[in-house]
C-alpha cells in the first residue's frame, strides 16, 4: 500500500487549531496567500506525492542505489519523479521569487517535506538537501556565487550536498581536516575525504554543489578553524571537477538514497562567507533543517500508522473481548483493530501524529513570522520558539518514528517482518532520522546545556508562559497543562541551581529533561486540539485524545521523577560533604 | 567484531546469586554434575561459540538463505558449523542418555543458546527447533515413530520444524485449514499450505522432520479440532515426501534462517499424541520453548552491549564534562564512554542484561526442578513458577533485545547505520522475537487474563511470597523491593475486581501488568546480585545496579499507575451510572 497524504487531517490543525491563514496574511510576502490558495497548494502537493512520488518507494528500498565506477545510478522510477518533482516547481515553493522560487510561507513547504517523506524518504533526502543551501548562500555567498549558483539549486535544476562529516570527525566537527589552499584567482584548491554524504553523487541532475567544511593553511585547531567552500562537480563549461565518490555505503535502510564516501583532490572550490566562519555560515539553516528531520519524523510515523490502520480494519484473528462488535458480522473472528493491545497501538500513534504536527507547523510558522513580521519583538520572539523547540521537536519526533513504526509492525504479527506489507522498511529507513543532523542525544544537550541553562531559564521560561497564555484554565485539560507548565518553569530552576553544583548533571538529564518539555508542549497542543471542538464529531481523534492522557503523558511524571531525583540525591550528598568538612 | 562469551559472568551469577551447583546436585539425575563439571561444559560451550559459531554471523546476514527450484542453500559457513555443533554433541546437551543425549540440567543449555544466539541468531534458529520437537515426541509420540525418529532429533542428526502457522491463522490457531486424512495402513495423508515455516528447507541435514498442525476430516472446528501430524522430509528408504518449500521469505533480519512457505500435496505422515489434542501435544515444550526465545533476546541485548561497549573505549569525540578522565592522556577528545549520555545507555543495559539474566537462568532451573525433584510440592511450585514467569520474560527480554540493540547502535552515531559494525544487524534480527512463539501482545494477555486472574490471583501471589522470603527486610534495596512486592499483590486484587465489572479492563492493562511484575523481579534480582557483594569490586555492575534504580525501576510507578487510573476511572464510571439508576 502507498502512502496517501490526508490534506483534511492537516487542514484542520493549520485552519482551525493554529489560525494559520490569518497568521500568515498579516505578513507583508503572504498578504495574498489565503486560506483558498493556500488549501489548493496542499491539494496539488497530495496529489503529487500520492500519485508520483509515493509508487516509486519500494523499488527505492528494493532495488536501491547501485554504484558503478565512480557513478551512481538511482533506484528505477526515481529519476522520473525527481524530474516530475522540480517541472511542479515544488523544490522552490518557498524560495524567493527573484531566485525563481514561489514565495510561499514555509508552513506550506513543512507540510510538502512532511508528506514526501512519509511516501518516499530515500527519494526526499535529495532536495531535503537543497534548501540548506540555498539558505547558506542568500546568506553568505558572494554575488558571482549567487549569479551562478542560486537560481539553479532553489529550482532544484542542480542539488547540493552539505559535506560535513569525517571517518574521525563526526559529532565533532572541530576534527575536520579537509583543506582548503587558496589560489592567485581568489579560488580555492581542496583536498581530503569526506564520509556520510547524502546524495555527493547521483543520476538526477547534470551537476551536484558540495559545500565543504574545510580548513584553510594556519587556521587555528577546533571549530574556529573552519571555513564553508562550495565545491561543484562541475565546473563553468561543463569540465569535471576534481571530486570523486568512492563509494556507497551498505545501510539498514533509506537505499534510495545515496550515502557516498567523497575525495577531493585539490578540487577547485570558492569560500562562501568569511574565513574561518564556516560553521556559522552553516548554522544558519539549522532550525530549518532539524525542524525538516522532525517532519520526516513525522511522515515516517504517519506512514506506519497508515498502513497498520489499514491492516488492522482487514485483517481477522480470534475473538476480541466485551460486546460483540458491529463489524463481526458472521465472521468466525474479529477484526484485530477491536482488539484492545492493537487498538492501543494505534491510537497512541495518531496521538503522537496529531500532537507532533501541531507543534512542528507551528514551528514552521514562526520561522516565517521569524523571516517577515514587520514588528521586531515579534522576530525575536518566534526565533527564540525556533532555537528551543526544535531541538525538542527533532529528538521526540525521530524518536517516536522509529518506536512508533516498530509498534505499528507488530499490528502485522508475522506479516510485519517480511518485505511484503513495507512495514518493515519504514522501521529501518525512520532509525537514521535519530542519528543525523544532530544525533538526539545532541539535541537534548543543544536544549538544555546550551539554550536553556545560560540565561538561567529566562528564554524557555518566556514561551512556556506563551503557551500558557493560550490556555483557557476554566476548561480542565487547560488547567492540566498549566500545572505542567509551572512544573517545567520550575523544574529548569531546579537543574540550574544543581548545575552549579554538579556541571555533569545537566548533561545526565539532558534527555529527561526534553522529554518533560515534548510532553509538556503535546499535553498544549492535544488542548488546543480539543478546543476546537474536533473531539466531538471525530472519532478517531476523540481516541487519540484519550491515549494521550493514558498511555502517552504518564512519561511526564516519570521523567520529572528522574530529573528530582537526581538534583536530591546531589544535595544529599553536598549536604553529607559539607557536614564532614564541618566536623 | 564477533561475539565473545564471558563465562565468568554467568558463572557469578549462576554460582554466586543462584546457588545453581548445589540445588542441582540435589537432583537425582544430576547428582554427579558438581560445580567443577557445570564450569567445565561452560567453558567448553564459550570456546565453541566464540571459535566455531560466531565467525560465520556475517556471512548469514550478507549472503544469506537462497531458494533455488525447491532447495534451500545455507549461508557459506553454516554447513560445517553446524556439522561441527552436531559432532560436539552440543544439540543433545539436556537430552535423555537413552536418547544418545547428556543428560545435563536446563540451565546450561539455556546459556550455550543464550550465548549461540548472541553470536549468530539465524544459525541458532536450526538447532533451536529440535529441542522442542524432541520433547513433543518424547512425551506423545507412538513407540514406533520414537524408535525411528527420536534418538535422530535429539542428536541434531535430523532437524525438525513445528509447521503451524497457515495465511489467514497467525495468533489463531484455530483456523487452520491442514486437512489430515487416515489410511488403512495407520498413516495419514496431509494437505494444505504453511507459511513463517523457519528451517522448513535447507541443506543442514539430510532429513527434515515436520511437525504439523492439521485437522482430520469431520473434526470440530476451532482449536480443539486440530491434531498434530509428523511429517518426515524423506520416507523410510530415502523416498522423497510429498512436502516442499515454495519460496523462502524476504526479511527485515535473521537472513541466515530460512523462513519456508510448505506446501503438503498428500503427504505421507503420523499422528502424534491424541487426535483433536494437537495443541496440548505442542504446548508440552511451550515454556521451554519461551524461554528459549527470552534468552535469545538476552544474548541479543548482550551482543549489541559487547559491540558498544568496546567502541565507546576506542571512540573519541569532543569533552567529556566534570573532571578530566584518565583516559584523556594527550588527546584532544575524551572517549565516548565517558560521556554522560553514552554512559548511561550502556550502564542501562547492562542493567537489564544482568537482571534478566539470574530470572532467566532461575527459570531454567525451575524447569529441571519441575522435572526432576523427588519433592511433588516442591515440582509443582517451580512448575508454577514457570508458567507465570515465563510469558514475563519472553516478552520484557525481547522488547529489550530490540530497543536495547537500537540503544547500542546509538552509540556509534552514523557508523551504527551501515553495515561496518554489525550492530544494525543485530537491531534487525532482535525484532523478530518480539513477534513469533506468541507476540509479546500475547504474552501479557497469556498472563493476567489465562493465568493470574483466573484464581484471583492465588498463583501469582504465592511466586511473589517465594520471592518475598528470598529477601532480608534490614537491607535497604530488600526492603524497597519487598514494598514493591506487596504493591503488586495488591494490583492483583484491584485488577480482579474491576475485571468483574468490565472484563475488557484486563486486556487493556496486560501489558503495563506485565512491564509491573518484570521491573519487581529485576528489582530482586539486582537485589540479591548486590547483597552477593559482586558491585563491591565490579566497577561496571556497580554502575548498572545505579542505572537499574535511576533509569529502569522509574517505569514501575509510571505503568503502576496506568493500571490504577483504568481501575479508578471504570469505578468512577460505575458510580455515575448507578447513579443515574438511582435518579
Given amino acids: 500500500m502507498d502512502y496517501r497524504p490526508r490534506p483534511e487531517d492537516v487542514r484542520f490543525l493549520l485552519n482551525v487549531v493554529l489560525d494559520a491563514p490569518a497568521r500568515l496574511q498579516a505578513l507583508a510576502p503572504f498578504a495574498e496567500v489565503d486560506q483558498a490558495l ?54 522552490a515553493l518557498s524560495a524567493a521569487t527573484e531566485d525563481g522560487g514561489q514565495g510561499l510561507p514555509s508552513v506550506l513547504e513543512a507540510v510538502l517535506y512532511e508528506w514526501l517523506s512519509a511516501a518516499n524518504h530515500g527519494l526526499t533526502m535529495a532536495p531535503g538537501l537543497l534548501h540548506g543551501a540555498y539558505a547558506c548562500l542568500k546568506h553568505h555567498g558572494s554575488d558571482a556565487l549567487k549569479t551562478r549558483y542560486l537560481q539553479k539549486i532553489a529550482t532544484g535544476e542542480w542539488l547540493a550536498t552539505m559535506c560535513l562529516t569525517e571517518a574521525h570527525a563526526g559529532s565533532d566537527l572541530g576534527q575536520v581536516r579537509t583543506r582548503a589552499v587558496p589560489q592567485a584567482d581568489g579560488s580555492f584548491r581542496v583536498s581530503g575525504s569526506k564520509i556520510f554524504i547524502s546524495g555527493g553523487e547521483h543520476d538526477l541532475t547534470p551537476n551536484i554543489v558540495h559545500l565543504v567544511l574545510c580548513r584553510l593553511p594556519d587556521a587555528p585547531a577546533g571549530p574556529k578553524g573552519l571555513s564553508l567552500v562550495l565545491v561543484p562537480k562541475l ?13 556507497i555505503e551498505e545501510k539498514m535502510g533509506l537505499h534510495g538514497s545515496p550515502t557516498c564516501s567523497m575525495r577531493f583532490d585539490d578540487a577547485t572550490g570558492w569560500l562562501v562567507g568569511e ?12 532550525n530549518s533543517a532539524r525542524l525538516h528531520v522532525a517532519l520526516q519524523g513525522i511522515g515516517l510515523l504517519d506512514a506506519a500508522w497508515q498502513k497498520a490502520d489499514a491492516y488492522a480494519a482487514e485483517r481477522r484473528q480470534m475473538r476480541a473481548p466485551g460486546a460483540v462488535p458491529a463489524s463481526r458480522g458472521t465472521e468466525a473472528a474479529d ?17 503522537w501524529i496529531d500532537g507532533a504536527r501541531t507543534l ?163 499535553a498544549w497542543a492535544w488542548a488546543r486540539i480539543e478546543a476546537a471542538g474536533s473531539t466531538d464529531d471525530d472519532a478517531g481523534r476523540a481516541r ?16 520529572l521523577g528522574i530529573i528530582k531525583r537526581a538534583c536530591e540525591n546531589l544535595a544529599l550528598s553536598h549536604a553529607a560533604a559539607a557536614e564532614g568538612v564541618a566536623r
Fill in 38 to 91: 493556500q488549501s489548493q497548494v496542499l491539494d496539488e502537493a497530495a496529489r503529487f506525492v500520492g500519485e508520483v512520488v509515493a509508487p516509486v518507494n519500494r523499488a527505492g528500498d528494493e532495488v536501491g542505489c547501485r554504484f558503478d565506477k565512480g557513478e551512481v545510478i538511482s533506484p528505477p522510477g526515481f529519476r522520473e519523479a525527481y524530474q516530475a518533482f522540480v517541472d511542479g516547481g515544488w523544490p
Fill in 235 to 247: 565546473l563553468q563549461g561543463g569540465t569535471r571537477n576534481a571530486v570523486h565518490c568512492e563509494r
Fill in 335 to 351: 477484526l484485530i483493530a477491536e482488539h484492545p493491545a492493537v487498538r492501543r497501538i494505534l491510537d497512541t500513534q495518531r496521538a
Fill in 360 to 522: 512542528a507547523y507551528r514551528s514552521a510558522l514562526m520561522l516565517d513570522v521569524a523571516a517577515h513580521d514587520a514588528d521586531p519583538k515579534a522576530r525575536e520572539r518566534a526565533q527564540r520558539w525556533c532555537s528551543l523547540v526544535t531541538p525538542v521537536l527533532k529528538a521526540a519526533c525521530t524518536q517516536q518514528a522509529f518506536h512508533g513504526a516498530s509498534e505499528c509492525l507488530q499490528v502485522f504479527g508475522g506479516h510485519g517482518y517480511v518485505r511484503e506489507w513495507g512495514i518493515e522498511q519504514v522501521v529501518r529507513d525512520a532509525r537514521v532520522t535519530m542519528i543525523y543532523e544532530g544525533t538526539n542525544e545532541i539535541q537534548a544537550i543543544d536544549l538544555l546545556v546550551r539554550k536553556v541553562l545560560p540565561d538561567g531559564g529566562a528564554a524557555m521560561s518566556a514561551v512556556l508562559l506563551e503557551l500558557r497564555d493560550a490556555l483557557d484554565a476554566s476548561r480542565e485539560a487547560d488547567a492540566d497543562v498549566q500545572r505542567r507548565l509551572a512544573q517545567l518553569r520550575y523544574l529548569g530552576t531546579t537543574i540550574a541551581m544543581s548545575a552549579h553544583a554538579n556541571p555533569v548533571l545537566p548533561f545526565e538529564v539532558a534527555d529527561d529533561y526534553l522529554r518533560v518539555v515534548m510532553l509538556t508542549m503535546m
Fill in 544 to 559: 487519540a485524545a484519550a491515549a494521550f492522557r493514558r498511555w502517552v503523558l504518564p512519561e511526564f511524571e516519570m521523567r
Fill in 275 to 286: 574565513a574561518g566562519r564556516g560553521l556559522a555560515a552553516m548554522f544558519v539553516m539549522m
